[in-house]
């Protein structure tokens, strides 16, 4: 079992930046990879970013890799999520997610239903 906790969820304004962060803990959070998925009132949860336990190769999702980051500092198991020029559709509950995987390597999934252990989620709203 993996705790996940998010925060930095915050108000902000179009085109402001923002950076939220995940940390997880348990026995087998430093050989987990580690996912951003972010789900908007009415809509289906999407992916956003993920990261092997390596911290290397970063996987996005192709319209959002231009304006966000996803970075990891493996010594705290901590993920980070550098949001930057943020719009209005960005708005939604922001989660973080892990998954076991045998490889340090390992190509994260991009589907949620390969995760096992889930944050309750910090929201974000971009309005004026």
């Known amino acids: 079992q993996v705790n996940v906790a998010e925060s930095g969820g915050d108000s902000v304004q179009p085109g402001d930046s923002l950076r939220l962060s995940c940390g997880a803990s348990?026995?087998?959070?430093?050989?987990?990879?580690m996912a951003w998925f972010r789900q908007a009132s009415g809509k289906e949860r999407e992916f956003v970013c993920a990261?092997?336990?390596?911290?290397?190769?970063?996987l996005y999702t192709d319209f959002l890799k231009d304006r966000f980051t996803c970075s990891r500092f493996n010594a705290r198991n901590t993920l980070y999520l550098q949001m930057n020029s943020l719009k209005p559709e960005d708005t939604a509950v922001y989660y973080c997610?892990?998954?076991?995987?045998?490889?340090?390597?390992?190509?994260?999934?991009?589907?949620?239903?390969?995760?096992?252990?889930w944050g309750q989620g910090t929201l974000v709203t971009v309005s004026s």
């Open positions: 997610a892990t998954k076991w995987t045998k490889w340090p390597t390992e190509v994260p999934p991009r589907d949620a239903n390969e995760y096992r252990n």
């Open positions: 348990g026995r087998t959070a430093s050989s987990s990879a």
């Open positions: 990261i092997p336990w390596s911290g290397t190769k970063p």
